[in-house]
C-alpha cells in the first residue's frame, strides 16, 4: 500500500526520492508525488498513475533540492487524485507531509481546523498533519510535528520537511513501519527498508511514538517528551540487489526460483540432522508452555491463511494438540472461546496486514500467547507477538506471494515438529522419517525447478479456459487453495478450490470442456479416493491435470475411455505434473512449486501484468 521516502545530504533529493519510490512500487498505489527544499522554498510534483509518468515530468522538468520526501499513495480517504496525493501541504504552502496509515479522528480535526480557518484542498485524512503542523510552528520544527501528533489517533508514520528549515527532515511513527537509514553526510527516512537499501545496508528502526530528526550529518530519536533513545543500527542482512529481478523477466517468476536457498536459509540452525532435536530461538515459549498448550489457533489472511491451515492439520497430528485455523478477519467477529494455555499462531509475510494484526491483538486480550511467524523483521506484528519465528525468505516484491508462503510453511512445519519432540506426543521414528524428507526437500525443490518446461506445455494447452476448479483433500486441500488463488489473482481467470469429498456435492455441476481441473492426486492415506474423483471428472468431459509422484502409472490413465473418440478428452491422457516422492506431511511444500510456475506460466501467455496484478496491494494495511 503506501510508501514513503525521504532524503536528506548534499545529492539530489527527487532523484533518491523517485529511485526509493520505485522500489516500493510492488506495494500497489494509484499516485505518487516528491515535495523539495531548495533555498527559494518548498516545491511539489504529483502525478496519477504509473510512477512512469512522475519519470516523465522529472526528466522534462528537474526538482532541484537537496532535502525531500515522497509517497506512493494507495487511495483509502479520496480517490486517487492530484489533490489528494501526498505531500500534503499547510495553508502557507511551507510545510509538506507524507504519511502512511489511517487518522481515525481526522474529521473531528478537520472540523476544528476549519473553523479556526484552515483551507482543505483533499480529502485524505493527511492533509489535518500539514496545517496542524503549521499551527503549531515556531521556529521548531521537530516541537511542531510533536504537538501534531499528540492531536492524531490511529496508525501513523510520518514524514515532515519546512521551507523555513532547510536542513531537517522530521520522521515519527504510531503502528505503521519507519526506518531511517545512516548514510555518510547523508540519511534517509523509509517505510520498508528495500526502499533504501540501494543507498545503505544501516538503518535505525524507529518505536511507536518515537521522533527522529534527521539532518546531513546525523540522527537524533526522542520519544515525544523529547527524552533521547538510545538505539543501535540494524544491518540489513540481504544484499543490495536482493530487491532486484537477476536476470528474471518478473519478481515472481524470480521469487519461485529462490526457493530451494530460502528452505536452506529457513531450515539453518534449526535443523541440521535427522538426530538433533529441532531448535527455535526467540519464540518467547518455555517448555512447560509448550507442553501445557491445550489449544492452538492460526490465523492470517490470504495466502497465509494457507499456510496457516497446513499448520491446522500438522499441529493437530504431531503434537497433539486440538488446532483450529480462522481468517484473521473472521477471528475477530467468531470471539471464540480461549481456554487457558491457548497458543495463538499468526502467519503473515509482511508483518503489518490489518486484519490479522487486529486478530493478534484480540487474542492477546482473550489472554492467549501469541506466536507469529513473519517475514518483514520487527514489523508491527513481529513487535506484538510474544515470539516470532522468522521464515527467512528474503526479500518478496512480487504481489502475488510465492516463496514467502513455501518458507511460512516449511516454518511451520518444524515448528509443528519441534513441539512434538518437547511434549513427545508423535514416535521418534516419524520424526526422523519426516527430518530426513525436510532435509532432502531443497534437492527435491532444484529438480522441481528444473522440469518447468513441462509445466509450459502444460500452460499453453490451457492458458484461454475461463475457468478452473482445483482439488485435493488432507494436508494438500490448503495446497489446491492455494494454487487456485495464484491462478486468479494473477491471470484472472476464475478458479475455485474444493476438497474433493466435496465435488459430488454440488461442484460437480461446473465441470464440462471449459473447466480445467487441477487435482492434487499423490500416493498417500487419501490417494484412492482422489483416483475416485478423477474418474468422475473424466465421465464428464473434464480435462484433467493431475500432480503426482514420480513413477506413479496409474493416474495418467485415470478415468480415459481407451475406445472413444480420440479427439474427445474423455480418450485422452491427464496431463501430468510430475514431482518427486516425499512424506505425506512434507508433500505440500514441494506440490507449492509447480502450481505457482503453472499459474505464473498461465498468466504470462495471457500477457498479464504479473508483478502487479490488478487491484492488488502487497501489504494490506486497512480492514
Ligand atoms: C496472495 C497474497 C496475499 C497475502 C495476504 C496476507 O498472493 O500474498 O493473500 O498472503 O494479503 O499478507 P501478509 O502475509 O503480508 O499478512
Same mark, same amino acid.
Given at each position: 500500500m503506501c510508501g514513503i521516502v525521504g532524503y536528506i545530504g548534499d545529492r539530489e533529493a527527487s532523484s533518491i526520492c523517485f529511485s526509493g519510490l520505485r522500489r516500493l512500487e510492488y506495494r500497489g498505489y494509484d499516485s505518487a508525488g516528491i515535495a523539495v527544499v531548495t533555498g527559494k522554498g518548498l516545491t511539489t510534483r504529483k502525478v496519477v498513475g504509473n510512477l512512469n509518468n512522475m519519470e516523465t515530468s522529472l526528466d522534462e522538468a528537474p526538482l532541484p533540492g537537496p532535502l525531500g520526501i515522497g509517497h506512493t499513495r494507495w487511495a483509502t480517504?479520496?480517490? &486517487?487524485s492530484i489533490e489528494n496525493s501526498h505531500p500534503h501541504l499547510s495553508q502557507n504552502n511551507k510545510i509538506a507531509v507524507v504519511h502512511n496509515g489511517i487518522l481515525d479522528n481526522y474529521q473531528e480535526l478537520r472540523k476544528s481546523l476549519t473553523a479556526e480557518g484552515y483551507a482543505f484542498r483533499s480529502q485524505t485524512d493527511t492533509e489535518v498533519v500539514a496545517h496542524l503542523v503549521e499551527k503549531y510552528y515556531k521556529g521548531d520544527l521537530r516541537a511542531a510535528v510533536c504537538e501534531a501528533v499528540r492531536q492524531l489517533h490511529g496508525a501513523f508514520a510520518i514524514g515532515c520537511i519546512c521551507a523555513d528549515s532547510p536542513d531537517e527532515m522530521i520522521a515519527v511513527r504510531r503502528f505503521s513501519p519507519l526506518v531511517v537509514g545512516i548514510g555518510d553526510g547523508e540519511n534517509y527516512i523509509a517505510s520498508d527498508m528495500g526502499a533504501i537499501r540501494a543507498e545503505t545496508d544501516r538503518v535505525y528502526v524507529i518505536d511507536d511514538d518515537e521522533i527522529c530528526k534527521i539532518t546531513r550529518d546525523g540522527v537524533e530519536i526522542t520519544d515525544l517528551d523529547c527524552n533521547p533513545v538510545e538505539r543501535e543500527p540494524y544491518v540489513i542482512p540481504w544484499p543490495a540487489d536482493a530487491a532486484q529481478k537477476g536476470g528474471y523477466k518478473k519478481f515472481m517468476h524470480k521469487e519461485i526460483h529462490e526457493q530451494p536457498d530460502a528452505m536452506r536459509a529457513c531450515m539453518a540452525g534449526r535443523l541440521n540432522s535427522v538426530d538433533d532435536p529441532i531448535h527455535f530461538e526467540?519464540?518467547?515459549?518455555t517448555v512447560d508452555e509448550i507442553k501445557g498448550f491445550e489449544k492452538v489457533i492460526f490465523t492470517a489472511c490470504g495466502t497465509a491463511m494457507h499456510a496457516g491451515l497446513v499448520g491446522r492439520f500438522l499441529m493437530d497430528k504431531l503434537a497433539r494438540i486440538p488446532t483450529e485455523g480462522d481468517l484473521a478477519a473472521e477471528l475477530q467477529v467468531r470471539d471464540p472461546v480461549i481456554p487457558k494455555n491457548t497458543l495463538c499462531v499468526v502467519v503473515s509475510?509482511?508483518? #503489518? @496486514?490489518a486484519d490479522t494484526l487486529e486478530a493478534l491483538r484480540a487474542m492477546k486480550r482473550k489472554g492467549a500467547k501469541v506466536v507469529s511467524v513473519i517475514n518483514v523483521v520487527d514489523s508491527s506484528i513481529a513487535r506484538e507477538s510474544d515470539g516470532v519465528a522468522y521464515i527467512q525468505a528474503g526479500p518478496e516484491i512480487s504481489v502475488a506471494s510465492t516463496k514467502a508462503y513455501s518458507m511460512q510453511v516449511l516454518t511451520i512445519e518444524l515448528l509443528c515438529l519441534y513441539f512434538a519432540e518437547v511434549r513427545g506426543s508423535c514416535p521418534p521414528d516419524e520424526i526422523r522419517k519426516l527430518k530426513a524428507a525436510l532435509l532432502k526437500l531443497p534437492k527435491q525443490a532444484e529438480e522441481v525447478l528444473t522440469r518447468e518446461p513441462d509445466v509450459i506445455e502444460v500452460a499453453k494447452k490451457y492458458y484461454e479456459k475461463p475457468n478452473a476448479l482445483y482439488l485435493a483433500r488432507g494436508v494438500n486441500l490448503p495446497s489446491a487453495m492455494e494454487g487456485a488463488l495464484k491462478l486468479k489473482e494473477i491471470s484472472y481467470i476464475h478458479a475455485e478450490a474444493y476438497s474433493a469429498g466435496e465435488m459430488k456435492h454440488g461442484p460437480i455441476a461446473l465441470v464440462e470442456p471449459n473447466m480445467f481441473v487441477t487435482a492434487i492426486a499423490? #500416493?498417500? =492415506? @487419501?490417494y484412492d479416493e482422489m483416483v475416485g474423483n478423477i474418474m468422475e471428472i473424466k465421465a464428464r468431459s473434464g480435462p484433467v491435470i493431475a500432480v503426482s509422484y514420480d513413477g506413479d502409472e496409474k493416474i495418467p490413465q485415470t478415468?480415459? $475411455? &481407451?475406445?472413444? $473418440? =480420440? @479427439?474427445d478428452i474423455t480418450s485422452q491422457p491427464n496431463d501430468m505434473i510430475w514431482v518427486p516422492r516425499t512424506e505425506e506431511l512434507t508433500s505440500p511444500l514441494i506440490i507449492a512449486i509447480p502450481l505457482q510456475l503453472l499459474a505464473y506460466h498461465i498468466a504470462d501467455l495471457r500477457g498479464e501484468d504479473i508483478d502487479q496484478p490488478r487491484n492488488l496491494a502487497k501489504t494490506v494495511t486497512v480492514k
Open positions: 480517504h479520496g480517490k &486517487p526467540n519464540i518467547g515459549l509475510q509482511s508483518g #503489518e @496486514t499423490c #500416493e498417500g =492415506p @487419501t478415468g480415459v $475411455d &481407451p475406445g472413444g $473418440d =480420440p @479427439t
